[in-house]
């Protein structure tokens, strides 16, 4: 999945080996537009808006690729209704799972630690510690997967269109291949800084017990979400300083676990994906450049 300034595409190989687009352009909301040059307030609207349309996205994927050729899915006549739910859907799980990894790393640091450790930046540290071995052990159970694997291999191959697109190189196969699966404004950044930021900002909050203390952090989720965000803008905008560049190897480094070399076949439908997003977007008012695409990883 590519998402440019004015359109968001998906691009899956059906099983008689043809590649389907599904297309969809960015609602402009005024309220949207509004709330998303408001410093802190921008990172949480960022966030929900890419959930439900990623959902959306791989709704499509999943129903697509299961059909036969010439097939078409049923229901059709409510599929507004489907794609609302299934934003729906995609917004509550990512704030469930969110309040998830928030609240069990900070019960485990209460039960396991409170009683060993008193200072308060040392506990949050140890906190921290757990929601990372928690994140990097989820990811490396569900990579073992053969469909997620195969998620992953998608999510490489979207840096390597990236990194050669922005390298100026043509996007053939060939071209895109020799790039790496690793890309600096990977959402996978946006994980770690999470990690990071809650660490600094919990230890400005003491706690009286560990259900004060999950309390506390659940509330401050939409703090925690709005100051990564910045920084990872800041980060973004840096990241050819030759010193603070290194703000971004935390993300880098999770992408090992993200991202996982496509095969040919598997670029060819990353290229497509792209190839039609950039075609959608210069047929918009304003043209596509270096600054005006994302991804969906």
């Given amino acids: 999945m590519f998402g440019g300034r004015h359109a968001q595409v998906t691009a899956i190989r059906r099983s008689d080996g043809n590649i389907e687009t599904f297309e969809s352009t960015r609602q402009v909301s005024p309220l949207l537009v509004f709330l998303k040059k408001i410093p802190l307030i921008r990172g949480m609207v960022a966030l929900v808006e890419a959930s439900a349309s990623g959902s959306r996205h791989l709704q499509f994927a999943t129903e697509r690729y299961e059909l036969e050729p010439g097939e078409e899915p049923e229901g059709t006549t409510s599929r507004l209704q489907m794609i609302l739910g299934v934003a729906v859907v995609g917004v509550l799980s990512l704030l469930i799972g969110k309040a998830v990894f928030t609240a069990l790393p900070a019960f485990l640091a209460s039960v396991l ?48 269109v990236i990194n050669a697109y922005e390298s100026g190189v043509e996007l053939t196969i060939e071209n895109v291949q020799k790039q790496s699966t690793l890309h600096y404004r990977c959402g996978s950044s946006f994980i770690i800084l999470t990690v990071i930021v809650g660490v600094v900002l919990y230890s400005f909050f003491s706690y009286e017990n560990v259900w004060d203390r999950i309390f506390t952090r659940l509330l401050l989720i939409p703090v925690v979400v709005g100051l ?67 991804h969906s990883g």
Avoid: C
């Avoid at 506990?123 to 490396?140: C, H, P, S, V």
């Avoid at 469909?147 to 291999?153: D, E």
């Fill in 113 to 160: 630690f409170d009683g060993l450790v008193t200072n308060l930046i040392l506990q949050n540290l140890i906190e921290g510690a757990i929601k990372t071995a928690l994140l990097l052990g989820y990811l490396l159970a569900i990579s073992q997967t053969s469909v997620i694997k195969r998620v992953f291999q998608y999510h490489g191959a979207e840096h390597k």
């Fill in 228 to 294: 990564s965000y910045e920084l990872l803008r800041i980060t973004n905008a840096l990241r050819d300083v030759p010193v603070l560049t290194y703000l971004g190897y935390p993300g880098l480094w999770l992408q090992k676990l993200t991202t996982r070399q496509p095969d040919d076949e598997q670029v060819e439908v990353a290229i497509a994906a792209f190839n039609r997003m950039y075609e959608l977007d210069a047929l918009a008012a304003e043209p596509v450049n270096g600054s005006t695409f994302v």
